[in-house]
């Protein structure tokens, strides 16, 4: 074996050996900065080992030529599986014809490592002149670092070309880095708050770090025309973030470990497993998994507020119309405040140390839109301990909440005041619920930033382009003390910070003593307690048929008053909006609507006894006879035994078009609709009631991959069925295909009609969907409810959700001999709550069934 063959052999041990003691120190310590220093110095070895023996090999000392360190190994922040990006530097093209093989050569070693190399060839010419589609490259550059070669070279590169180059052209990098940052952060919904966030890319991620020094950076040149000293830069934020930077940096470390390969995403297993290793608390500390990510959500917030402050500031970063707009808004400046690009000032600075001007700040924040300038939050900063150490009375802490909560931008006023420390010296019981993690992939958001969205729900309503958004609003604008609802919902949830069986009895005696503290006089108390008491209330009505007068009547009952209802309206509103962006469905904001305008009408009756007449159901029909005179006997037998709901729930045109369908039966006797809405497909099916017919239903929708929100089940007195159920196409079969409609239809037809064996076609679709495991195990369970409903037994499963439950539970209804009046079916997450009002031989369950019932259902759906 040749001589340089040994030498590469030793070489790659060597890389694989100190790779490997690496890895098992970072399993031993979970020290995320060493590991990345060590391996930045290992990199850094073997590239050096290669230089001195392919580039420099019988060369002698090279002149004008270099290797450079970029980017992340430039910063000596080498993760795992991160990409190695290195210059090779010319000083003019003379000597490149000589070096590319060498070069070439030099490369190849490194990929044969496995190494992710990523190499740039340039001169210092080409060094010099910017490339607006190469910006990546420029950035790197603000990162470079000698490695080898002609130092003086890299010299003359870094302390006389780049200086001149980024003061030159640092504007427009800065709007393009800018640019770029905010795109990434909308990419991720611009916000922290993700279940499986990327701790690279995602808001509040290691990304925004670097674009926080990087913006620091180019200011700082700009200023001095001269690399600023490193103690120069953020000089007020680079100690609060160190311990961020530090936990994010064990935390990609570890999954670039765990993955084996540069992957970023920190999804729910690897959550668990972070927490079980104490990764990135440098101690022993035992926390689950959701202790642990409200430590990950507090770092990531503090690093994206940083950078988001440094996008604000930096006058270069803005876009033209942004600045004209921001200058619009500079009339804005009084006799305490000036408004200078969108950023408040203080006049006098030294007032600061006055708590009616320092809460002012935000409610002329909260009013305008505006946000407080760097050198503003300095000083409110300065002023914290003592303001802590003496902090307002009862009675002033809720006026100055008062005067931001009932302001348009309220929501960013008060994160603001919160990521300040602010909001927690008015609010102490906000501690509670600082970063606190919901863990059940339904709540997107800490639980105190799921309180301020639901209030920016609220305001936003206002002006929002959506038809139901526009009723919340309009509806906002009606209620006499909004700004109870406002403390209610930052409260509502306080309880979650406690563990305890129920957050809503804990959070309400947390809230009590709140506003006894400040000073509430007691109908404001009584208003608050109630909304927070109930503000599951009406999620929990949903859950029952609104259409029934009992249902309704009892509803209102626990409400009590007009305004109260308009504010539990609200509250539930803003509280589901702000879950996650998909919770708030059209199908529940609607049902959400119905509920108040018909508990509305009840607590109003005397103002419209129309709505509450007996005589509703007469004159619907009348209105149906109208439409089609000539087919009055048809519609008399169709509608003939079918419940009021059916009325309620349709309206004329859908009724006409069910009797149309069934007036067909006698050539098809299974006569299906299918029809595209804005939000999600409807499937009506009328056709004759037969034994395990809505489960058949269920069971062909689930083999088809499509998810049902909703169903409804309605039968009259000649045995006609009329079932309908609303879907969304998870994988856009009917979106992009229309020929499939046919196939669609004519597949459930066959179900239903024995041609097709549903349990094999179900089973096919089962099979490829088992690979999705669930992120959240939710138990089973199964209650019954025989007082809510005059005429049927109601049957509440709540269970994991997955494709072809409803199927499941339906098949069991009908095996018992239960028949479906009614099916409600809501999903959180991936937890399933689904409603049925049940009846056998046109009566409510027996004790003895609805226990055979019960154990039969709980055995079918704990055994999958």
């Given at each position: 074996?040749?001589?340089?063959?040994?030498?590469?052999?030793?070489?790659?041990?060597?890389?694989v050996?100190e790779?490997a003691?690496?890895?098992q120190?970072f399993?031993?310590?979970?020290?995320?900065?060493a590991?990345?220093?060590?391996?930045?110095?290992?990199v850094?070895?073997?590239?050096?080992?290669?230089?001195d023996?392919?580039?420099c090999?019988?060369?002698g000392?090279?002149?004008?030529?270099?290797?450079?360190?970029?980017?992340?190994?430039?910063?000596?922040?080498?993760?795992p599986?991160?990409?190695?990006?290195i210059?090779?530097l010319h000083?003019?093209?003379?000597?490149?014809?000589?070096?590319?093989?060498?070069i070439?050569?030099?490369?190849?070693?490194?990929?044969?490592?496995?190494?992710k190399?990523?190499?740039?060839?340039?001169?210092l010419?080409?060094?010099?002149?910017?490339?607006?589609?190469?910006?990546e490259f420029t950035?790197?550059?603000?990162?470079c670092?000698?490695?080898?070669?002609?130092?003086?070279?890299?010299?003359?590169?870094?302390?006389?070309i780049?200086?001149?180059?980024?003061v030159?052209?640092g504007?427009?990098?800065?709007?393009q880095?800018a640019?770029?940052?905010?795109?990434?952060?909308?990419?991720y919904?611009n916000?922290?708050?993700?279940?499986?966030?990327?701790?690279?890319?995602?808001?509040?991620?290691?990304?925004?770090?670097?674009v926080?020094?990087?913006?620091?950076?180019?200011?700082?040149?700009?200023?001095?025309?001269?690399?600023?000293?490193?103690?120069?830069l953020?000089?007020?934020?680079?100690?609060?973030?160190?311990?961020?930077?530090?936990f994010l940096?064990?935390?990609?470390?570890?999954?670039?470990?765990?993955?084996?390969?540069?992957?970023?995403m920190?999804?729910?297993?690897s959550?668990?497993e972070a927490?079980?290793?104490?990764?990135g608390?440098?101690?022993?500390?035992?926390l689950?998994?959701?202790?642990?990510?409200?430590?990950?959500f507090?770092?990531?917030?503090?690093?994206?507020?940083?950078?988001?402050?440094?996008?604000?500031?930096?006058?270069?970063a803005?876009?033209?119309?942004?600045?004209?707009?921001?200058?619009?808004?500079?009339?804005?400046?009084?006799?305490?405040?000036?408004?200078?690009?969108?950023?408040?000032?203080l006049?006098?600075?030294s007032?600061?140390?006055?708590?009616?001007?320092?809460?002012r700040?935000?409610?002329?924040?909260?009013?305008?839109?505006?946000?407080?300038?760097?050198?503003?939050?300095?000083?409110?900063q300065?002023n914290l301990?003592?303001?802590?150490?003496?902090?307002?009375?009862?009675?002033?802490s809720w006026?100055?909440?008062?005067?931001?909560?009932?302001e348009?931008h309220?929501?960013?006023?008060?994160?603001?005041m919160?990521?300040?420390g602010?909001?927690?010296?008015?609010?102490?019981?906000?501690?509670?619920?600082?970063?606190?993690?919901?863990?059940?992939?339904?709540?997107?958001?800490?639980?105190?930033?799921h309180?301020?969205?639901?209030?920016?729900?609220?305001?936003?309503a206002?002006?929002?382009?959506?038809?139901?958004?526009q009723r919340?609003?309009?509806?906002?604008e009606e209620?006499?003390?909004?700004?109870?609802?406002?403390?209610?919902?930052?409260?509502?949830?306080?309880?979650?910070?406690?563990?305890?069986e129920?957050?809503?009895?804990t959070?309400?005696?947390?809230?009590?003593?709140?506003?006894?503290?400040l000073?509430?006089d007691?109908?404001?108390?009584e208003?608050?307690s109630?909304?927070?008491a109930?503000?599951l209330?009406?999620?929990?009505t949903?859950?029952?048929?609104?259409?029934?007068?009992?249902?309704?009547?009892?509803?209102?009952?626990?409400?009590g008053?007009?305004?109260?209802?308009?504010?539990?309206a609200l509250?539930?509103y803003?509280d589901?909006k702000?879950?996650n962006?998909?919770?708030?469905?059209?199908?529940?904001?609607?049902n959400?609507?119905?509920?108040?305008?018909?508990?509305?009408?009840?607590?109003n009756r005397?103002?419209?006894?129309r709505?509450?007449?007996?005589?509703?159901q007469?004159?619907?029909?009348?209105?149906?006879?109208a439409?089609?005179?000539?087919?009055?006997?048809?519609?008399?037998s169709?509608?003939?035994?079918l419940?009021?709901?059916?009325?309620?729930?349709?309206r004329?045109?859908?009724?006409?078009q069910?009797?149309?369908?069934?007036?067909?039966?006698?050539?098809?006797?299974?006569?299906?609709?299918?029809?595209?809405?804005?939000?999600?497909?409807?499937?009506?099916?009328?056709?004759?009631?037969?034994?395990?017919?809505f489960?058949?239903?269920?069971?062909?929708?689930?083999?088809?991959?499509?998810?049902i929100?909703?169903?409804d089940?309605?039968?009259?007195?000649?045995?006609?069925?009329?079932?309908t159920?609303?879907?969304?196409?998870?994988?856009?079969?009917l979106?992009?295909?229309?020929?499939?409609?046919?196939?669609?239809?004519l597949?459930?037809?066959?179900?239903?009609?024995?041609?097709?064996?549903?349990?094999r076609?179900?089973?096919?679709?089962?099979?490829?969907?088992?690979?999705?495991?669930?992120?959240?195990?939710?138990e089973?369970?199964?209650?019954?409810?025989?007082?809510?409903?005059?005429?049927?037994?109601?049957?509440?499963?709540?269970?994991?959700?997955?494709?072809?439950?409803?199927?499941?539970?339906?098949?069991r209804?009908?095996?018992?001999?239960?028949?479906i009046?009614?099916?409600?079916?809501?999903?959180?997450?991936?937890m399933?709550?689904?409603?049925?009002?049940?009846?056998?031989?046109?009566?409510?369950?027996?004790t003895?069934?609805?226990?055979e019932?019960?154990a039969?259902?709980?055995?079918?759906?704990?055994?999958?």
């Amino acid at each position: 074996m040749s001589t340089a063959a040994t030498s590469r052999t030793e070489l790659r041990d060597l890389y694989v050996s100190e790779t490997a003691r690496i890895q098992q120190e970072f399993a031993e310590t979970g020290n995320g900065p060493a590991a990345i220093a060590a391996r930045t110095a290992l990199v850094e070895k073997v590239l050096l080992r290669l230089w001195d023996e392919v580039i420099c090999s019988g060369r002698g000392d090279l002149k004008d030529f270099g290797l450079v360190a970029l980017g992340g190994f430039g910063r000596s922040a080498l993760f795992p599986h991160s990409d190695v990006d290195i210059l090779f530097l010319h000083a003019d093209r003379s000597t490149e014809s000589e070096l590319r093989d060498p070069i070439r050569v030099f490369c190849q070693e490194l990929w044969d490592l496995r190494m992710k190399l990523g190499p740039t060839t340039r001169t210092l010419a080409e060094c010099d002149h910017f490339d607006p589609q190469n910006v990546e490259f420029t950035i790197s550059l603000l990162d470079c670092r000698h490695l080898a070669g002609d130092s003086e070279l890299f010299e003359r590169l870094h302390e006389k070309i780049l200086p001149k180059f980024f003061v030159r052209e640092g504007n427009y990098i800065i709007q393009q880095l800018a640019e770029v940052t905010r795109s990434r952060h909308a990419k991720y919904g611009n916000t922290v708050f993700h279940l499986e966030p990327n701790i690279k890319e995602a808001p509040g991620g290691l990304r925004d770090y670097n674009v926080a020094c990087w913006m620091a950076l180019l200011s700082g040149l700009d200023q001095e025309r001269r690399w600023p000293a490193a103690e120069a830069l953020l000089p007020d934020s680079t100690q609060k973030l160190l311990p961020a930077l530090q936990f994010l940096t064990s935390v990609r470390t570890f999954l670039h470990y765990r993955q084996g390969r540069d992957d970023n995403m920190l999804a729910w297993e690897s959550q668990d497993e972070a927490a079980a290793r104490h990764i990135g608390l440098g101690d022993s500390t035992h926390l689950d998994a959701a202790g642990w990510m409200r430590i990950y959500f507090r770092h990531a917030r503090a690093l994206h507020y940083e950078c988001l402050r440094l996008l604000e500031s930096v006058p270069a970063a803005r876009s033209s119309l942004y600045r004209h707009f921001q200058n619009w808004r500079s009339r804005l400046s009084n006799a305490d405040f000036s408004v200078v690009d969108g950023l408040i000032y203080l006049q006098q600075p030294s007032a600061v140390r006055d708590p009616e001007l320092l809460f002012r700040i935000f409610s002329f924040a909260a009013h305008h839109g505006l946000k407080p300038a760097l050198s503003t939050e300095t000083r409110i900063q300065q002023n914290l301990s003592a303001l802590a150490e003496a902090p307002p009375s009862g009675a002033e802490s809720w006026r100055y909440l008062h005067s931001v909560l009932v302001e348009p931008h309220a929501a960013e006023a008060l994160r603001a005041m919160h990521s300040l420390g602010l909001l927690t010296i008015l609010l102490p019981e906000l501690k509670l619920i600082d970063s606190l993690v919901v863990r059940d992939f339904y709540h997107r958001f800490t639980v105190d930033e799921h309180s301020f969205l639901a209030i920016e729900c609220l305001h936003r309503a206002r002006q929002a382009n959506s038809e139901w958004d526009q009723r919340y609003g309009r509806l906002l604008e009606e209620l006499e003390r909004p700004e109870l609802l406002y403390l209610a919902l930052l409260l509502h949830d306080v309880g979650k910070g406690v563990p305890g069986e129920s957050h809503l009895v804990t959070g309400l005696e947390i809230a009590q003593k709140c506003m006894q503290r400040l000073e509430l006089d007691e109908a404001g108390r009584e208003t608050i307690s109630f909304l927070i008491a109930s503000h599951l209330e009406i999620s929990a009505t949903l859950r029952r048929d609104i259409y029934d007068p009992g249902t309704i009547q009892a509803f209102c009952d626990k409400v009590g008053t007009p305004e109260r209802l308009k504010m539990l309206a609200l509250l539930t509103y803003a509280d589901i909006k702000a879950v996650n962006p998909e919770a708030l469905t059209p199908w529940k904001a609607e049902n959400v609507w119905q509920l108040y305008i018909a508990a509305w009408n009840r607590l109003n009756r005397t103002a419209d006894q129309r709505v509450h007449s007996e005589s509703e159901q007469d004159e619907s029909v009348a209105r149906l006879h109208a439409l089609v005179p000539h087919s009055a006997k048809k519609l008399k037998s169709f509608l003939e035994g079918l419940p009021k709901r059916y009325l309620r729930t349709f309206r004329a045109e859908e009724i006409l078009q069910h009797l149309e369908l069934a007036g067909h039966l006698a050539a098809d006797p299974v006569q299906l609709y299918l029809v595209r809405g804005r939000h999600w497909y409807e499937l009506s099916v009328v056709t004759k009631d037969r034994p395990f017919l809505f489960a058949k239903i269920a069971g062909a929708l689930a083999a088809w991959g499509m998810n049902i929100v909703k169903a409804d089940a309605f039968s009259n007195a000649a045995g006609v069925v009329v079932d309908t159920f609303y879907f969304t196409d998870r994988f856009r079969t009917l979106e992009l295909n229309m020929p499939e409609w046919d196939r669609f239809k004519l597949s459930v037809s066959d179900v239903l009609t024995g041609e097709v064996d549903l349990d094999r076609l179900l089973g096919e679709r089962v099979r490829s969907d088992a690979k999705n495991a669930a992120k959240v195990k939710i138990e089973t369970r199964v209650e019954f409810d025989d007082e809510s409903s005059a005429g049927s037994t109601l049957v509440q499963v709540v269970a994991q959700d997955r494709l072809g439950l409803l199927h499941r539970i339906a098949s069991r209804f009908s095996h018992h001999g239960c028949n479906i009046e009614i099916a409600l079916i809501d999903t959180e997450g991936q937890m399933a709550i689904d409603v049925f009002y049940l009846t056998s031989n046109a009566n409510k369950l027996s004790t003895h069934k609805y226990e055979e019932l019960k154990a039969d259902l709980l055995e079918e759906l704990q055994a999958a």
